[in-house]
């Protein structure tokens, strides 16, 4: 295995000429399918993690698969880094492009070419909408069930290489739960299937490998999601705590209690009454914490659900309790908590929107140690956080045009990485790794583990032209970053030690 200080990235020492490798393009795409144009390519200049920001010397738009092999085989033979993009709602800076590679966005492979009433499934391209899966299977009774808060614009091969959730994911699974089978193209050119129709394939799961790998590996260009069955009823609790504590401890409860909720998320008071103006979803605005915990199922089953939480959340100490007494009024509840990063935008210039994982044990005190952290840098952050499986999501604000701000904010958000290490977690439940927390990634990881990650790398893509300089960070970059802190297994952080 080759080392980490050896990263073996052949273009990095090869001169680009954006001029050739447009010359070139033109001679397998359509004019209009190259843009190279300086206000043509600036609105691909970041994903939705704007602190990130690189001029692309070139955007393809390929239509058809056809034209991705022949993409990928040119920029292999021309040795040219490739990054791949969906929409743009990203917020790891996974689709950031490289500033002497092409950037192939995949928006016009937006069919949805089949949906299997039998099998439960839908056959979809990568730049259909997550939502639109949802409203095409609609009539039959059916949904597509990860729900990122960025469904209406997100597309479905961004969720695949992100490995996306969203507000239902505690009950039925991330992206990589809901894929059966996904068409690929590798850097060689070559196109193909991983996974299969059936539950299971023969062979090792390179699909579950392939998702999630933030376009390190291949483009994907068709995809196969499960689809299932609307339930009948849903409902959902607002539950009011008076502290973050006791909306912890109720969390740690509801899942003791042998309930598997559709949903359950946490907001913190900051939070709820930077949303409530927006949206009004009818929130508590005295609460110091709210959960809004789901029910789905038959009406009986929801009825008992319903109950059952109640009581649990009863016993924990909830201040009020209420139930949606409608579809309108749960839609409502939801609607809050899905629009919390644009009511970011409405009380501060900029936001940035972390992404850990913790046990769901250690709530209260990484919320307590984030409240302490606002005092350290100097910046308020407010937390809409999927509670049910630990997946946080602190919105750090701040000013964009005061660069002190800016520096003191992406500290902010490495403390808070940081910390979900050090309580056990990881660095991320759903945004990916891209170029936000690469540095963390020397703190999660060893040196061998890391050398491993390369090696699959390398087995899909040997010249390391598929989204370089991401995910995987070299030695180099450990060794100046200086916060690997490994003995026998277990990671201390001195410096973080206090909380």
């Known amino acids: 295995?080759?080392?980490?200080a050896e990263p073996n990235l052949s273009h990095a020492s090869q001169p680009f000429s954006a001029t050739r490798v447009i010359d070139a393009l033109h001679g397998v795409l359509p004019a209009h399918c190259v843009l190279h144009r300086e206000e043509?390519?600036?609105?691909?200049e970041c994903d939705g993690l704007s602190l990130y920001r690189t001029l692309?010397?070139?955007?393809?738009?390929?239509?058809?698969?056809?034209?991705v092999v022949a993409v990928l085989r040119l920029c292999k033979r021309m040795n040219v880094p490739v990054v791949a993009r969906g929409a743009g709602t990203g917020l790891s800076g996974g689709a950031m492009p490289h500033s002497q590679g092409i950037l192939v966005g995949l928006a016009k492979?937006?069919?949805?070419?089949?949906?299997?009433?039998?099998s439960c499934t839908a056959v979809v391209e990568p730049g259909v909408r997550n939502l639109a899966i949802s409203e095409a299977a609609a009539p039959y009774g059916l949904y597509y069930a990860p729900d990122p808060s960025s469904q209406i614009a997100c597309t479905i091969g961004g969720n695949v290489a992100e490995n996306s959730g969203g507000v239902h994911c505690l009950k039925y699974g991330l992206t990589v739960h809901n894929v059966l089978r996904a068409r690929v193209v590798t850097i060689e050119g070559d196109v193909v299937e991983l996974g299969s129709d059936a539950p299971d394939a023969p062979g090792l799961d390179l699909l579950a490998l392939f998702v999630g790998s933030e376009g390190m590996l291949g483009l994907v260009t068709e995809i196969t999601v499960k689809l299932i069955p609307r339930p009948a009823c849903a409902q959902v609790i607002m539950a009011s705590f008076s502290s973050i504590e006791a909306a912890g401890q109720a969390v740690t409860d509801v899942i003791?209690?042998?309930i598997i909720p559709a949903g359950l998320e946490m907001m913190d008071r900051r939070a709820v009454q930077m949303v409530e103006p927006f949206v009004n979803a009818g929130y508590d605005l005295t609460a110091q914490a709210i959960l809004l915990c789901e029910s789905d199922g038959t009406p009986e089953e929801v009825a008992h659900e319903v109950e059952r939480m109640e009581a649990v959340f009863r016993q924990a100490g909830a201040t009020r309790l209420q139930v949606s007494r409608d579809e309108a009024e749960r839609l409502r509840f939801w609607a809050g908590?899905?629009?919390a990063f644009p009511a970011a935008g409405r009380i501060s210039p900029d936001y940035y929107c972390m992404d850990g994982t913790i046990p769901r044990r250690h709530l209260a005190r990484v919320l307590g140690a984030i409240e302490q952290m606002e005092d350290e840098f100097g910046l308020r952050c407010a937390n809409v956080f999927h509670a049910g499986d630990g997946n946080l999501h602190p919105l750090i604000l701040f000013d964009s045009n005061k660069p002190d701000e800016v520096e003191r904010a992406e500290k902010f958000g490495a403390a808070i990485l940081e910390l979900c290490v050090q309580v056990g977690g990881t660095l991320t439940g759903e945004h990916g790794?891209?170029?936000e927390k690469i540095n963390q990634m020397c703190v999660q990881f060893s040196r061998d583990e890391l050398d491993a990650?390369?090696?699959?790398k390398r087995a899909f893509d040997p010249p390391g032209l598929l989204n370089p300089e991401k995910v995987i960070p070299t030695l180099a970059r450990c060794a100046e970053y200086g916060k690997m802190h490994v003995h026998a297994g277990q990671i201390s952080f001195p410096d973080l030690a206090r909380f």
């Open 1 to 4: 295995m080759n080392s980490l």
């Open 40 to 44: 043509d390519t600036r609105p691909y």
């Open 56 to 67: 692309p010397p070139v955007v393809v738009l390929p239509e058809t698969e056809e034209q």
């Open 109 to 118: 492979f937006n069919r949805i070419k089949h949906v299997d009433v039998a």
């Open 256 to 258: 003791a209690a042998g």
């Open 337 to 339: 908590r899905k629009n």
């Open 433 to 435: 790794v891209g170029m």
């Open 453 to 456: 990650f390369l090696a699959v």
